[in-house]
């Protein structure tokens, strides 16, 4: 007896039997009817939808002022209304439904199954294209329209969220706007203090574990992708049901506001807006991925001149992604059709069979379900094909909009104007488009060709790829991208201007001299006290390094400096055993200061460190910033008009490296980041001559790039756990065992991961940025990634964390891993401590001070030329503890235990193979190593032996595993 759920309030039936057709039954839970399909195929699982009103009203737009540029249609709409609509198979019934109750079905002849509600179709009609400034109708009422037509009207929508509110990691300050999907607000990330955009995704559809899944494989996917011309996706997350997106906060306006507040825009602008966007796109498409709803409103104007393609990954409905199903599942019943048809002829009759049920697929997502197809895409803008199957369109979909978009630009109005979305869509299938040159006289017939060969009705009359609509846009600018840039004489001139500007700033030269001045008093001053006091003396010449610590903390805070954040994402992704471990570590540390006697010492000089490194940045480094913003600002808007201009962003950069002369890293990352930085090293970091040009604070790199490493494992491990949920509720919502679903789950959450992992490694090849075909790679990607899921469905999937995990599971990975060493380190360091306090090796700072003070001039001038007398440590005393007291007696404990602290802040095994070798060398080598006349003895000798060893351990032990 199957079982099917209940569209309305989810509740569980079981069905006794039932005949092919399509029913109207009862809910027995809340008395709601809704069609239930049951399908020829007793294979195929049956089908649910709600019901709606027998005919669909449609709501006509008041008459407008702008005359119309497109005549009406004179046949009638050739799509459906929504009330004529057929009954799309929806996901199989949750596993989790209440208890199953029998519903009788009442014999009935099969009867059409309407989806749409009227009165949503009618809101959606009123907000939604208008002429010339209703282009005018805004983006976000379009979507929501759209997001009314296609779900219930019963269910709730998403709740406004009052600024304040906070979910994990977040802080809501307010709402940017609201479509199909959800509503996107404006949000401090509390990790990183910085701002981001989060999209939270309806109640409904969060409610739908089958299309969260689906949804999030696609997301995760997305935020994969980095360029400069689409909005990066950084984090997906879940709380109390509710899932949510954080993405690139863009400061500026929409194209969409853009043309609202000017009008039609000038063509080159017009065309270099279009270009970034197309690039965006293209890197996109070269990735397998088509995004479905280009149009102005998700195509973001950054405040330096960049445009960003907005929600790439993030456009898809539970009726486009059930579309999307169908669709596969046509595809496979089609191509097992070809192979029966190809390997029997006499099993000709089972393929036919299998392609009338394909075409019986075909006829639940074609022109009768245009309202879902709504959902994926704005209709204004939408190609011809993608309303009848968007699951099926490719990348020239996105072609097609780009282009109605660049219209819209030159002319200030929509290609197809309607009352309603089935009339401005039957337009967009049927009708000639008026050409931009024939609205606005100046444009150029070059151009007009060049959108009207984008907008064509056919997909195979359109350019075939971006690739080509770049070049045409370039070649009618005068650019390219191909080749070397060549600026103008005056451009570079300015360039230069610039450059001189920036590195010749006053306090540049102060800031250079102040920090070599204080780090050479400071440290002189250190080595003189030294031959009185050690604790004075270290303290000292550890003045400029507290100080730069502090530094660190107050510019990084103030300036949101590129390290410091890094620093505070490492922070943000560490565990609580990390925690604890640096809180014993620094516990340590406070216990050996004071066994020494030099806590209160330090304590005395902290805030000398700290009002040093506070006048350091208020007094020099603010000054300098304002002195640089203005050496800056004149070549900010040179980039800018270039970029208005259309020429490539990777082209700028190469201008800008190229002719800021040897010392260019530090302006290029002041105009572009670090990351940009890094990235152009590799292409412009010599000289024609090819000599290594200067880099700017390269002490920087080793330490971001581990933390790079650090935060990305890190992240792949929450990534995991969070892909694995989700994909758990989705196996479970379609009937799937729970404990099969879990092993499932994981599987597919690792073959995820590593394809998010293999998609940023290709993304770093130069190869991957030159894709023949996006429609094929999108194919070939699309089917790498459900051979692989299938692999994990099937349980042969073995990814890259499986792989590793008996050893990083095995108690020895844990012996041998970074806290055990950090541990041991500490333990070391306390051991030396506890020796030298015990044989007083170190005298406080009062007894020092108190001798300095009686002593006469003669007794301080025969104190420097006999020097400070080291303790002989041969005469002291080991700790009483049998075995280990004498191997931590000696200063080489000290040394041995800091290198161990300091190597165990790396993690994985195989730095282990270093660090413990060492740390033995130089404990038990200062008992038995022999006396090679060495100062120090033996225990010199064994610290030149285990140094050596620890710092090839720093380089070349370090593991991700």
Partial sequence: MPAIACPHCNHSMTVREAKPGTYKPKCAKCGQSFALRVHDDPAKPWSTAKLAPPAAVEQTLPPTSAAKTVAEPSSPPSVPRAAEATLPPPSPPRASSPQAVEATLPPSQPTASPLADPNATADFAANLTRPQRAIEATEAHTAAAVASSTSPRHEQPLQPINSGTKLPGYELLGELGRGAMGAVYKARQLSLDRLVALKVIQPQWASNPTFIARFTREAYAAAQLSHHNVVQIYDLGSSSGSHFFSMEFVPGDSLDHVVKSQGNLDAEVAIGYVLQAARGLQFAHQHGMVHRDVKPANLLLSERGVVKVADLGLVKTPQAAEQEVALEQEQAEAAAAAKLAENAAAKSSSARTVVGQSATAR???????????????????????????????????????????????????????????????????????????????????????????????RPEDRYPSLAEVIQDLEAYLGIQSTGPFSPREEQVTLLEQSVKQFGEAKFAKIRSLAILSVTAGFTALGLGISFWSLNLGLGLMLVPVMAALVYFAVSGFLQRTFLFDKARLWLSTTRTSDWLTWGAGGLVALVVLMLLGWLITWMVLLPIAVGLAVALYFAIDRPLAQER??????????????????????????????????????????????????????????????????????WRDPLIAWIDRRVTRLREERDRKHLQIVEEKGLEAQGIDPLQARRQAKRMAEALVDEAAEVRAAAVQPSAQTVADPAAEAIKKRARIKAMLHAARQGSYEGRSSKLTSTALSPLAFLFGGKVRFILGTCLLLGFALWAQQNGLFSNVEQIASDIANKTPADVKASLQNGMQIPDTSSTTPLPIPLIGPMVSSYNAAVAGLLLMVLGMFGGWRMSLFAIPAAAVMLVGALYLPDLGLPGGPATLALAIGVPIAVLGFFFGGSES
């Fill in 363 to 457: 006829s639940l997502t074609g022109t009768d379900v245009t309202m879902v197809n709504v959902a994926m895409g704005t209709p204004a803008y939408m190609a011809p094909e993608q309303a009848i199957n968007a699951a099926g369109v490719d990348h020239r979909a996105d072609i097609y909009s780009l282009g109605c978009t660049l219209y819209v630009l030159l002319t200030g109005r929509p290609p197809f104007e309607g009352a309603t979305a089935n009339e401005v869509i039957t337009k967009h299938k049927s009708e000639p488009i008026v050409r931009p040159d024939a609205i606005i006289k100046r444009l150029d017939k070059r151009l007009s060709d060049i959108v009207v060969r984008m907008v064509a009705k």
């Fill in 629 to 698: 913003e203005a050496a800056l600002a004149p070549l900010h808007g040179l980039l800018k008009s270039f970029r208005l201009k259309g020429v490539e962003e990777d082209s700028l950069r190469q201008f800008v490296a190229r002719y800021s002369g040897e010392q260019w890293e530090e302006l290029f990352e002041s105009l572009f980041g670090y990351e940009a930085k890094i990235a152009a090293r590799e292409r412009f970091g010599r000289t024609e001559q090819g000599k290594r040009r200067s880099k700017f604070r390269a």
